[in-house]
């Protein structure tokens, strides 16, 4: 299975703080994506980072990628209580095919 | 901003009974995709569609489900007779196209409730 698998499976930081997310995968992926999801709603796109990429921003987002280590990380700088949410790592063989997700990490910011 | 949407919001049936879960993708995407999360669990993928047929399929989807883009703009789920664990939140989402790396953009969810 080439699941990705995130760590730490909860988190819980202050208002400000940065937020670093882990992810693990087990075989070759063409690229990797990270969603969030509030609770008991959808999957929300956050940012989408290829195999041939090292690291990407998107506002307070920075995804990196480490194909070698079959590891990811997310970092949410400067986070805010609205950044509460499940966020999940999910990996693809290619552009059309099954996204396969991590369990996914819990991350809670408090005022 | 375009978006995938989803019908209905909250799905409550008999075990045994027949479901359909409809999904509108966005207007210009090529590739769909059924996935389901059970609660407190992962989202796992079910099927993907293209060019009106399956195009992969996980162990999960067996003979109970099906898909069918009934037209030029919905897309749907059928579970033919369903089983109290079938209960989970079912979400839909599409893609542009293959052939280079394209983002999967997920409906909010129905959540089905099998009793």
């Known amino acids: 299975s080439q699941q990705g698998e995130e760590d730490p499976q909860a988190l819980s930081i202050q208002e400000g703080e940065n937020a670093t997310m882990n992810c693990s995968y087990k075989?070759?992926?063409?690229?990797l994506q990270w969603y969030r999801q509030n609770s008991g709603r959808g999957l929300v796109h956050l940012i989408l980072?290829?195999?041939?990429?090292r690291e990407k921003h998107s506002g307070r987002l920075r995804v990196t990628l480490d194909t070698s280590k079959k590891s990811s990380s997310l970092l949410i700088t400067a986070s805010r209580a609205a950044d509460t949410a499940s966020y999940f790592c999910?990996?693809?063989?290619?552009?059309?095919?099954?996204?396969?997700f991590g369990k996914g990490t819990s991350l809670l910011v408090t005022p | 901003e375009p978006e995938v949407t989803q019908t209905p919001s909250h799905q409550v049936t008999q075990m045994g009974q027949e479901v359909i879960l409809r999904c509108v993708p966005i207007?210009?995407?090529?590739?769909f995709y059924w996935y389901r999360q059970i609660l407190g669990q992962k989202v796992e993928f079910l099927v993907s569609?293209?060019?009106?047929?399956?195009?992969?399929k996980s162990e999960i989807f067996d003979d109970q489900f099906s898909v069918e883009r009934p037209d030029g703009s919905n897309f749907t789920l059928k579970i033919r007779s369903t089983k109290l664990e079938d209960s989970a939140m079912y979400f839909c989402?599409?893609?542009?196209?293959?052939?280079?790396?394209?983002?999967?953009?997920f409906g909010p969810g129905t959540r089905l409730t099998v009793l």
């Open positions: 999910a990996t693809s063989l290619n552009s059309g095919y099954a996204l396969n």
């Open positions: 075989t070759s992926i063409n690229n």
């Open positions: 980072i290829r195999s041939n990429e």
């Open positions: 207007s210009n995407h090529l590739y």
């Open positions: 569609f293209y060019n009106n047929e399956i195009s992969e």
């Open positions: 989402a599409s893609t542009e196209e293959s052939g280079r790396v394209n983002t999967q953009y």
